[in-house]
């Protein structure tokens, strides 16, 4: 079977599959947000925090717990690697070093999960499973808390009430990551992740040279880093290693892994606001960008990028040959459109212009489809941003869901717009400006090295956690630098985003009139496609200029 067909095959079955499931998986998790019992492993856990769960919280409470809950688990994360010599399952590793250690917690923390190290060589087993990969969960189960109360927000009236938080995070968890992620690890150890508590194995290779091959519980941090959109890996070669991702079966799983809760979340979405359309219209917003991504990414890795890519038929170099070319543009598409970071080829060594695919997406905001919850709640801010244009155009004050935009509510959404970029450019323009920041670089004189350090604060400004990998980020200032730009680019949106939510609340909806916008039509999709792509490019076309624009063309 080409290449070409194998693709269209694959792409086709993830999409099938995701449709199967849209319907089952979003109405369930709408299920968990309404249901008024509280069973007795949740219970206990109340009893042990102390959470009243039906004392329903105002925004600014919510944060509060947000921001010390993720806090704790960053002082904690934080401390597990610097003590990691002294405990059990270290695998002799010593303890992490200050500045990379608060890096790998923040980012983990984030839901970013930039990764500056080689895991199998500077993480314990001890550290991956009981600090990564339980970060993995809360961190995306956070994420998802945070968008339940936003459109909560958005259905509740006269109230300055979202729920609370706790039973938010622990329904999460425990009723959707948990038994998603037992049967998403069986498959994936059925398709041969391996899945052990093995220090390694002395192999000799076939030039008779002795090798360490590591083993570790790798299957059950694969499945939560692509179910949560996390995206760290148990290796360093991440997604593209044979024992995170051995088969082309493994690759389609991982990749619907990615997508399935971002996806179903909008089904979710229609259901908590009793229109089911609203949710369908998100969607089909969300998979036109996804698309468009997609078949650029594959075009400009198939045409290859130079004399040499051209001659050889394709850009194969820092790909696997397990997957080829269409499987490879389908993962890197995915994984930037869902603030993931999992790589299955290196995004480095992508066409110019493809990469630049890459990192454009991420730029739009991680809303196609975006992260657990954090795509779906940017897309939210976009969508009145786009309601708000439309009012402008025909001189009535705009509406969504029956809330009207006023002027706080749009400094709320201004500011979330803004944050991200202003991390980004920020922290590119620092880096390329210090002398000790730009000899990380390689090329440094290129468009590429300039691409390299666009690329890397985008990724942690908009937590997605992939990279190219010119870039040597474990220095002190990069591991400070990225770890202060991911807590910013995580936290200071959900802010605003509960504080948009508390507003909304407060209202009582507004009678529906022929002047109101429909915000379930194609009219509508069409306006916040447009708005998502303009917003971003007119804030980054500059840069990209200097990076993959000035190298591909």
């Known amino acids: 079977m080409s290449d070409t067909s194998a693709g269209l095959l694959q792409a086709g079955l993830l999409v099938a599959l995701l449709a199967i499931v849209y319907r089952p998986l979003g109405g369930y998790m709408a299920r968990v947000y309404t249901s008024e019992r509280d069973g007795r492993v949740e219970r206990g856990i109340y009893k042990l925090l102390g959470v009243d769960a039906k004392a329903d919280q105002t925004w600014a409470v919510y944060a509060r717990s947000v921001l010390a809950f993720s806090a704790v688990g960053l002082i904690l994360l934080y401390l597990l690697q610097r003590l990691q010599s002294q405990l059990p399952l270290s695998r002799g590793l010593p303890g992490v070093e200050p500045s990379l250690a608060f890096d790998t917690a923040a980012s983990f923390v984030a839901n970013t999960n930039w990764q500056s190290y080689s895991p199998e060589a500077t993480m314990g087993h001890l550290v991956q499973f009981l600090g990564l990969a339980v970060q993995n969960f809360v961190s995306a189960a956070v994420g998802i808390a945070v968008l339940v109360a936003l459109v909560r927000g958005l259905s509740r009236s006269a109230t300055d009430r979202l729920g609370n938080f706790w039973v938010d995070l622990t329904r999460t968890v425990w009723r959707i990551l948990l038994p998603m992620a037992i049967v998403g690890g069986l498959i994936l150890v059925a398709t041969g992740v391996i899945q052990n508590f093995a220090g390694g194995h002395e192999v000799t290779s076939v030039v008779g040279q002795t090798q360490t091959i590591p083993g570790g519980p790798t299957a059950s941090q694969e499945v939560i880093k692509e179910l949560g959109t996390n995206g760290g890996g148990f290796f360093n070669a991440n997604s593209a290693h044979p024992f995170e991702n051995p088969n082309p079966l493994s690759n389609l799983f991982e990749i619907f892994l990615l997508l399935v809760i971002p996806v179903c979340l909008t089904r979710t979405f229609g259901v908590l606001v009793k229109d089911k359309r609203q949710g369908y219209a998100v969607l089909a917003v969300m998979s036109t960008l996804w698309i468009g991504f997609t078949i650029a990414a594959t075009a400009f890795e198939s045409a290859g990028g130079g004399t040499a890519t051209q001659a050889a038929g394709a850009a194969m170099e820092g790909k696997e040959t397990r997957f080829g070319i269409w499987a490879s543009a389908l993962f890197a598409s995915s994984t930037t459109g869902t603030s993931t970071g999992a790589v299955n080829s290196a995004h480095d060594s992508f066409t110019p212009l493809g990469g630049g695919a890459a990192l454009f997406h991420m730029m739009l905001g991680e ?49 979330y717009i803004l944050t991200t970029p202003s991390l980004v450019l920020i922290g590119t323009a620092v880096a390329m400006g210090l002398a000790s920041a730009r000899a990380s670089i390689f090329n440094v004189d290129s468009p590429h090295g300039f691409s390299e350090v666009l690329y890397a604060f985008t990724s942690a400004a908009n937590n997605n956690g992939s990279a190219f990998g010119g870039l040597s980020a474990n220095t002190t200032f990069y591991n400070t630098a990225l770890g202060v730009v991911m807590l910013l680019g995580r936290f200071v949106p959900i802010v605003l985003v509960l504080a948009l939510g508390g507003s909304f609340a407060r209202q009582r909806p507004v009678p529906v009139t022929p002047g109101t916008l429909p915000t379930h039509k194609a009219l509508f999709v069409t306006m916040l496609v447009g708005v998502v792509l303009i917003v971003t490019g007119l804030t980054y076309f500059p840069a990209l200029t200097l990076g993959p624009l000035a190298e591909g063309l």
């Open 367 to 415: 809303v196609s489809p975006g992260g657990t919850g954090s795509g779906l709640y940017g897309m939210l801010v976009l969508a009145v941003l786009a309601v708000f244009v439309a009012g402008l155009m025909v001189g009535r004050t705009p509406e969504y869901l029956g809330k009207k935009i006023t002027a706080r509510e749009m400094k709320l959404v201004s500011l």
